[in-house]
């Protein structure tokens, strides 16, 4: 994919090299990031490539800038007001690299009008299903686990499409906007998606996630085409790879969303009511005409895994977990399967 460039020119040199090393490690970013820590080199390399968006320290921002083959810029601010740039948007400086490049491109989804990356040249994005018409499953314990461990060799994300997520309450934290503002988005029609969605991605252990929406009516409400149009604009524009749906029966259209999925894991227990339970969401499938999706249901029995903490601690003992071990190995067997056949 031949991404946008984005420059961040910094005369302090650690922050402008460290910052940049960091973002490009992330291989969802929707644009490559080049270090700058003079004007001059700015302006060299200006005369030989386009830059889309121009991250500068309000030390660094001279007159000149203006004139240079830069689509937006953005001040990279030390929290002194200077009146001189206040036409231009700004970020804090002294702030995580997540957030400092989550506000950029929250800026840049704000045009009316953006360039978008070009095209993704690689396989179709692997959409896999976790759902289970059985409660008390460790379903999302599963997807988040599942997600981990596929996101060291590949760029994954992650979305939580259940009424009652949980995940502001797990992760101890506050989210701005969520996935039901993306939702909001898409009935607007509003522009930009694709980098508005950017500016929302979190990331942990490697595994980018959007927000969950906190009000159930925002999954109850949102249908098929707008979670269509949302799945195919990550497909089209991102670097994802693989996107992994957490699905819960509040989602409208449910099994029309499965039938998008190319694998769905199905944690089942074995007592008669679960039993029970599958064969019923199996007959309506019959019912349906949705046969060839259970050729796609991967039925499993999931170990039982105890971990009490919460946040980032809670994920990294997934992987270590019982149920760590469960996941790599069946991702083992799935990938031989694959090359067999």
Request: hydrophobic share 35%; aromatic share 10%.
């Amino acid at each position: 994919m031949q991404k946008n460039i984005l420059a961040v020119c910094d005369m302090e040199e650690s922050y402008a090299y460290n910052f940049v090393e960091y973002i490009n490690q992330k291989r969802s970013m929707p644009f490559e990031v080049q270090a700058f820590t003079n004007v001059e080199k700015l302006a060299e390399f200006c005369q030989e490539s386009r830059i889309e968006i121009l991250l500068i320290s309000d030390k660094a921002m001279k007159e000149e800038i203006k004139s240079l083959n830069v689509g937006k810029i953005i001040i990279l601010s030390e929290g002194i007001y200077d009146p001189n740039l206040e036409q231009y948007p700004s970020v804090y400086k002294y702030q995580s690299s997540d957030t400092v490049i989550r506000e950029v491109l929250s800026c840049y989804g704000v045009e009316n009008i953006a360039v978008m990356p070009g095209s993704v040249t690689r396989q179709a994005t692997e959409i896999i299903g976790v759902y289970s018409p059985v409660g008390r499953a460790a379903k999302t314990s599963f997807a988040l686990t599942l997600g981990q461990v596929l996101a060291r060799e590949k760029v994954v994300l992650y979305l939580n499409m259940e009424e009652y997520s949980g995940f502001e309450q797990l992760m101890g934290c506050t989210y701005e906007r969520t996935i039901g503002d993306l939702i909001y988005y898409i009935r607007q029609g509003s522009p930009n998606l694709f980098y508005k969605m950017s500016s929302m991605v979190q990331s942990i252990n490697n595994l980018d996630y959007l927000p969950p929406s906190l009000s159930p009516m925002d999954i109850q409400n949102t249908t098929y085409e707008e979670w269509m149009t949302l799945l195919n604009e990550i497909s089209k524009n991102s670097s994802y790879e693989t996107i992994i749906l957490d699905l819960g029966d509040g989602v409208s259209d449910l099994y029309a969303l499965l039938n998008e999925c190319s694998k769905i894991y199905m944690p089942i227990r074995n007592d008669v009511m679960s039993t029970s339970k599958i064969r019923h969401f199996e007959h309506i499938l019959a019912m349906w005409n949705y046969e060839e999706m259970i050729k796609n249901i991967r039925k499993i029995k999931l170990p039982y895994h105890h971990v009490q903490k919460t946040g980032k601690a809670y994920m990294d003992e997934l992987i270590w977990s019982e149920m760590g071990d469960y996941v790599k190995e069946l991702i083992r067997k799935d990938k031989k399967k694959s090359d067999e056949g």
